[in-house]
């Protein structure tokens, strides 16, 4: 792991100094998970892949303002998905309305369902039937691992209407399950 995060901040420093190959090698090293995270998003292979090479563009151009506080995988990440939630906003013209307050599900009311006899695709089917924020939501938070705090400042909202959004998403995913996929 170190030596890999030495060569990666090797890589970096070429890439600052506008070294092509250094370009190729990190986008050779992260290009599958950043489409595929832009791909969860926004559900589409084609856009995914314009974002996802857009994002890296982005990346390379932007590169001295990454401080590597965090990994520069997660940075890059971060780029992604602001890309896709920018790009997806664009295209369907989301109309965001705020959402009311709502007391969240406990899990005494939920009922005896067997989750976990689904498969990873039968969920992530169901995530992707949801509508577009509760999707998006919903990928940052199980998919992703983002808390609350960073997904209400990706998706521009509040953190309680992003507790709310999250909550909302997993009961609706779980009616979707219950009923696609009664066992």
């Not at 890296?56 to 990440?77: H, M, N, Q, R």
């Not at 959402?99 to 695709?121: F, G, H, R």
């Not at 983002?146 to 309680?160: C, K, R």
């Amino acid at each position: 792991m170190q030596h890999n995060n030495q060569h990666i901040t090797q890589l970096l420093r070429e890439c600052k100094n506008g070294k092509q190959s250094a370009q190729f090698e990190i986008y050779k090293l992260y290009y599958k998970a950043m489409y595929n995270t832009a791909v969860r998003i926004l559900k589409d292979s084609f856009e995914a892949e314009d974002v996802m090479q857009e994002s890296f563009l982005i990346a390379f151009e932007k590169l001295s303002t990454f401080k590597a506080e965090v990994s520069f995988g997660a940075w890059l990440k971060r780029i992604v998905i602001n890309k896709s939630i920018t790009h997806l906003r664009k295209k369907s013209k989301i109309k965001e309305v705020p959402l009311d307050v709502v007391k969240e599900q406990t899990d005494e009311s939920i009922e005896d369902t067997n989750y976990e006899a689904l498969s990873p695709k039968e969920i992530i089917s169901g995530i992707n039937k949801l509508k577009d924020n509760y999707r998006i939501a919903l990928t940052l938070n199980l998919i992703e691992g983002y808390d609350y705090e960073e997904i209400s400042e990706i998706m521009m909202i509040t953190n309680q209407n992003s507790r709310t959004t999250i909550s909302r998403a997993k009961n609706k995913l779980r009616t979707l399950l219950k009923t696609d996929y009664a066992r």
